[in-house]
């Protein structure tokens, strides 16, 4: 392992299974039974499913009647948005205690940079076993854990025991355990990417290793250079504790297709509102507007307008959603519509905590 790579303590901590278990904490009778979270409806999407739904192979953006046609028994429950954003806000009050840089993924999934603690605890297994426990006790959910010098590695690691586990990849063991990893376990390699590595003859991470940089770029295009990197225990990305928001949008799906704009525009109206609420929510404004459009064959198309100025009144970014929905003529009917703000005001230099400088030695406590 090259001593010039920057060498942190990171924890990536993932929730298990964590909206179908909030309703199994929720709902004792639930518990040791099949569920899904959404996707109840006929033309419901499945958000989340628990692992007793796993087994029968149910998954997250599945629809819900292939879901009940893998799974007879599988139940529905609905989501609960406002519970998981209390447990995920009791979670990080827990992260903050051993850290202050902690960048949150989503409401079940974060970084933590360990590296230099406020428990002063030199061990990051041991940190993130004492997380896992008290989150386990104070909240009542599992957790599992990756550990290791990058967040690539952590993320990757904390896929490994799942669920309720942790995997710890020290420093002398990175370059070993990337190069016996299947390729569909790194993290940024999706189901397409994967089957493209495949048919070149990329499977483990130890293929991905041979090939040189031009071939990756030649093949993969900007990620390259990206595949290149990891694969070699490379990922530069520091844990940042505010992650700039980039976007806000809601959409609908509808329980019947649409096949006129004309009854497209009630939704759109409801549609913009919600935006336009965000939006005052989290005291941001975009100039970039972005139509969504998923067909009733699934295909999908963004249509979208970078204005001169910031907004975030409903009606003009009502008005601009109209304007791109009669840019050009559907292609079928439509099956969803979504509207997003970006290029949002929010995107301005902030200042950076100061680098701690961390030295490479042989006993790193992890």
């Given amino acids: 392992m090259s001593t010039t790579l920057p060498i942190r303590k990171i924890i990536h901590v993932d929730m298990d299974a964590f909206y179908a278990s909030v309703a199994q904490m929720d709902y004792p009778e639930l518990r040791g039974k099949p569920i899904a979270v959404g996707g109840s409806s006929k033309r419901g999407v499945v958000s989340a499913a628990s692992y007793e739904a796993r087994v029968f192979g149910v998954k997250s953006a599945m ?39 902690v960048e949150p993924l989503s409401l079940d999934e974060a970084y933590l940079d360990v590296t230099t603690n406020k428990k002063g605890n030199p061990s990051a297994s041991l940190i993130a076993t004492q ?23 952590a993320k990757v690691a904390s896929d490994y025991n799942k669920p309720n586990g942790q995997k710890t990849v020290n420093p002398e063991e990175v370059l070993p355990f990337l190069e016996q990893l299947d390729i569909r376990k790194f993290y940024g390699v999706g189901k397409v990417t994967a089957e493209k590595m495949y048919q070149k003859g990329i499977f483990t991470g130890l ?12 093949n993969f295009g900007k990620s390259g250079r990206y595949y290149y990197n990891v694969v070699r225990g490379i990922h530069n990305s520091e844990v940042k504790p505010s992650r700039t928001r980039k976007s806000l949008a809601a959409e609908r799906t509808f329980s019947e297709n649409l096949s006129s704009e004309i009854f497209m525009l009630e939704k759109l109206d ?10 005052l929510k989290h005291k941001v404004a975009g100039k970039t507007i972005t139509l969504k459009i998923k067909y009733s064959d699934f295909t999908l198309q963004t249509r979208s307008k970078t204005l ?22 559907l292609d079928n009917s439509v099956r969803l519509l979504g509207i997003s ?18 030295s490479v030695q042989l006993k790193f406590g992890f």
Avoid: W
């Fill in 63 to 101: 629809s819900g009647t292939l879901a009940s046609k893998l799974c007879p028994d599988l139940i529905f429950v609905k989501s609960d948005f406002d519970r998981y954003r209390a447990i995920s806000q009791q979670i990080r009050h827990i992260f903050l205690d051993y850290t202050d840089l």
């Fill in 131 to 153: 997380i896992r426990e008290r989150i386990f006790k104070e909240v009542g959910l599992t957790a599992s854990a990756g550990i290791s010098i990058n967040k690539f590695i």
């Fill in 207 to 218: 293929d991905l290793k041979q090939k040189s940089l031009s071939y990756l770029d030649a």
């Fill in 270 to 279: 409801h549609i913009a509102d919600e935006v336009a609420k965000r939006l």
């Fill in 308 to 329: 001169p100025y910031y907004l975030s009144d409903k009606s003009m970014i009502l008005e601009t959603a109209k304007d791109l929905l009669y840019q050009e003529t």
């Fill in 341 to 358: 703000l970006s290029n949002l005001n929010t995107n301005k230099e902030k200042p950076s905590l100061p680098k701690k400088s961390v």
